[in-house]
């Protein structure tokens, strides 16, 4: 069998840790940033880890060759 291949979309938005988490960026800060309040904006900063269910479902789809 070839190997799989992993989505290119998926390797610039998610990394994996150690623990086997996914840590993804923060939502909600692309453009817009003048109609959110100062408390969204500092709250959302760095990144944040995905729930199990979207962890199983990244994984298997989008990242097959994730260890974790």
Do not use: E, N, W
């Amino acid at each position: 069998m070839p190997k799989m291949k992993t989505k290119s979309g998926a390797k610039k938005r998610f990394k994996i840790t150690g623990t086997g988490k996914v840590l993804v960026a923060q939502t909600g800060k692309r453009h817009g940033m003048i109609k959110r309040s100062t408390k969204f904006i500092r709250q959302a900063r760095g990144t944040t880890t995905l729930s199990k269910a979207d962890t199983k479902v990244v994984k298997k789809s989008f990242l097959p060759y994730a260890r974790g």
